[in-house]
């Protein structure tokens, strides 16, 4: 048997819409061909994001209803905080209401004015948060991370010379800590194996410097390592996992990737002060230390959410239907990020449409024109994104993020049907002009018009 199918059957359905296109068109134009305005029920197919968007398993939904919804002490909890153990190995677990603000506790703790924290590639949030610290957030990955077709098995991994040559250069004092973030998100969702962990952690001990993950994407990283990593294919992707968190002192952990839920994030550490600090900081803002913000029944999806990931008939399925997208638009023509990462991909829109300048905004032109053409709704991660009046950057790309277990291979299928079709239109894409131009994270609110040609 060649073909990996979906590990699961479907018990409940939620209906999604077919619009007509002059509905689409109407929609687009009244979102300023913003598709971060427009309302999800006018959306077919939805591949803004795979953040809290996918589907809960029975099981999942079984657990649920044992949700404890006790101030302090609950069994959920317990439940919870044992399959994290269990897991990653870190004795100190508190949970959080999602990723950032595991985040934003860790870096008031250690962050700050003078201080310097590396990383293959800092997250948006995990950027904003240590620069609102006031400490600098440097991105070190290996050069071929950077080169969209250049196949690297590990395109996430640390530069380690990078990193020797900033520890020399502002001193180990002022770094805090040094984080990897597994898969890398802002550079394809692309993994970092097991040895260049290992390396970053010989360096961190020779400086005596802290060693944390970002560990959003854990359970997709490991099973490319499983893939990809000389030495590996044989075992387990719960060894593997456990691998990589025992060379870390800490780790950030969004649980709306791989812990399987729609909200929910977790905060893991080996040292004890650090916990206590953390845990008044958790009460300020999120919770009591037992439930961080979220609801019993919240912490019960998330331990079984843990335990599914790792799951391998799941991760092969998983790891399959992105790759499968991936290579089905790059025989249409298609310049991708290569090779596909976890979980999603990302088109080159500069390398599509040459003839929109960066200034009008080619990714965002092929947002619109999924949208407009079949209901798709994409993510620019370009000069939308990124961005300045005085900064262009280096690639203008379209996320296709692919939702867990939320759509099946004929979903897909149409997504890559859309796409064959308007690459053969892609010469009639528009350019945008930006009308209002929010000051930061201007994806969210900017609105444009499309500049027509005479
Ligand atoms: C999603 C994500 C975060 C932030 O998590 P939220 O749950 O969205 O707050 C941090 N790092 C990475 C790599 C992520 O993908």
């Known amino acids: 048997m060649k073909t990996i199918i979906e590990p699961f059957r479907i018990k409940v359905v939620e209906p999604i819409r077919m619009t007509t296109r002059e509905e689409r068109e109407e929609v687009l134009r009244a979102a300023r061909f913003n598709v971060f305005a427009i309302r999800a029920r006018d959306v077919l197919i939805d591949l803004l994001t795979d953040s809290g968007t996918g589907a809960m398993s029975s099981l999942q939904w079984a657990a649920m209803m044992q949700g404890d919804e006790s101030y302090a002490g609950a069994e959920s909890f317990y439940r919870f905080e044992k399959r994290m153990k269990e897991l990653t190995g870190f004795p ?17 703790l250690v962050g700050g004015k003078g201080k310097v924290v590396p990383n293959n590639n800092h997250f948006d949030t995990t ?19 950077k080169q969209p077709t250049v196949r690297h098995p590990f395109k996430g991994n640390m530069d380690i010379n990078k990193l020797e040559q900033l520890i020399h250069r502002v001193g180990a004092d002022r770094i805090p800590l040094c984080m990897v973030t597994v898969t890398d ?11 260049n962990l290992r390396a970053v952690r010989g360096v961190c001990d020779r400086h005596g410097i802290p060693f944390f ?15 990809r990593e000389p030495g590996q294919a044989q075992r387990s992707v719960r060894e593997i996992v456990r691998d990589m968190f025992d060379l870390a002192d800490g780790a950030t ?9 729609n909200i929910g994030g977790v905060l893991l550490f080996k040292d004890e002060d650090l916990l206590r600090r953390a845990g008044e900081l958790l009460i300020l803002t999120e919770g009591f230390v037992t439930y961080g913000g979220l609801a019993g029944r919240d912490l019960e999806a998330m331990a079984q959410g843990f335990e599914e990931v790792v799951h391998e008939d799941y991760l092969a399925y998983r790891i399959r239907s992105t790759a ?16 596909p990462g976890g979980h999603a991909i990302y088109v080159d829109a500069g390398h599509l ?11 965002q032109a092929l947002v619109c024109a ?9 993510v620019e991660i370009g000069s939308v994104m990124f961005g300045t009046d005085t900064y262009t950057p280096s690639t203008e790309l379209v996320r296709l993020a692919i939702p867990r277990r939320a759509y099946t291979q004929s979903h897909i299928d149409y997504v890559a049907e859309a796409c064959a079709e308007l690459f053969e239109q892609r010469q009639s894409f528009a350019g945008l002009r930006m009308t209002n131009k929010p000051s930061a994270l201007r994806h969210f609110t900017a609105e444009f018009e499309e500049i027509i040609s005479p």
């Open 324 to 339: 499968y997208l991936g290579e089905k638009l790059l025989e249409i023509g298609y310049q991708i990020i290569e090779p």
């Open 92 to 108: 100190y677990i508190l949970p959080t209401h999602q990723g950032r603000a595991a985040e934003r506790i860790l870096f008031e």
């Open 353 to 363: 449409c040459p003839h929109i300048p960066p200034a009008q905004f080619p990714g």
């Open 127 to 145: 950027r904003a948060n240590i620069e609102h610290s006031g400490a600098e957030a440097i991105d070190l990955v290996i050069d071929e991370g």
């Open 253 to 261: 952990i969004s649980a709306k990737k791989d812990g399987l839920v």
């Open 185 to 195: 998100n802002s550079d394809g969702g692309q993994p970092v194996s097991l040895e």
């Open 370 to 378: 999924l949208y407009r053409h079949a209901g798709i709704r994409a």
């Open 213 to 227: 993950l970002d560990a959003c994407r854990f359970a997709e990283n490991a099973y490319l390592i499983k893939l």
